[in-house]
T-cell receptor, first 112, second 114 residues
Framework: DQQVKQNSPSLSVQEGRISILNCDYT??????FLWYKKYPAEGPTFLIS???IKDKNEDGRFTVFLNKSAKHLSLHIVPSQPGDSAVYFC???????????WGAGTKLIIKP | DVKVTQSSRYLVKRTGEKVFLECVQD?????MFWYRQDPGLGLRLIYF???????EKGDIPEGYSVSREKKERFSLILESASTNQTSMYLC?????????????FGPGTRLTVT
């Protein structure tokens, strides 16, 4: 049973526009959420995170929004750039352990 | 800057061979993890370790074992490689007293079993 779901396997966005990547979760014990970016043949790299006590966190072009009642988070990238083309993973953690639970990933393609 | 290194970027092995994947981190992290990544399945945890000589099974430990004799090194062992273990293997580490839950990843090993 997938506790973290990324329902869009891929997303194509025009350069300069907004990219919105979505993630849903089922476990109400999750209290911390992270987004990672992964290029082919490389390990994932941390992008941005949010604690469950917040509903928004911003870092430059990247903003993560958390809607606890809907158990939904989203990553907004504005403006989208060619270098943003990658696979984006959503991950969640509960305070009780060290593990991250991962979504299946969304491949973002930025079109020129 | 955290650095996690993996012994090989690409590896080709035959069915039935014993395979060792090595991971080393230089940030004195207590926790280390082994994942495999397959298309459409995300990252699946194989094993993790929160201290030297300690190990815990993840979601898919079957066919794998691990060894952690030193804090900085975490090895993944495929006792008898099979074709369904062809995958990207990722090692990660994180500090015990985490403030951000963040895990730091190595570049990955693309293993092909023929």
């Amino acid at each position: 049973d997938q506790q973290v779901k990324q329902n869009s396997p891929s997303l194509s966005v025009q350069e300069g526009r907004i990219s919105i990547l979505n993630c849903d979760y089922t476990n109400s014990m999750f209290d911390y959420f992270l987004w990672y970016k992964k290029y082919p043949a490389e390990g994932p790299t941390f992008l941005i995170s949010i604690s469950s006590i917040k509903d928004k966190n911003e870092d430059g072009r990247f903003t993560v929004f958390l809607n606890k009642s809907a158990k939904h988070l989203s990553l907004h990238i504005v403006p989208s750039q060619p270098g943003d083309s990658a696979v984006y993973f959503c991950a969640a953690s509960a305070q009780s352990n060290y593990q991250l639970i991962w979504g299946a990933g969304t491949k973002l393609i930025i079109k020129p | 800057d955290v650095k996690v290194t993996q012994s090989s970027r690409y590896l080709v092995k035959r069915t039935g061979e014993k395979v060792f994947l090595e991971c080393v981190q230089d940030m004195d992290h207590e926790n280390m993890f082994w994942y495999r990544q397959d298309p459409g399945l995300g990252l699946r945890l194989i094993y993790f370790s929160y201290d030297v000589k300690m190990k815990e099974k993840g979601d898919i430990p079957e066919g794998y074992s691990v060894s952690r004799e030193k804090k900085e090194r975490f090895s993944l062992i495929l006792e008898s490689a099979s074709t369904n273990q062809t995958s990207m293997y990722l090692c990660a580490s994180s500090p015990y007293h985490r403030s951000s839950y963040e895990q730091y990843f190595g570049p990955g090993t693309r293993l092909t079993v023929t």
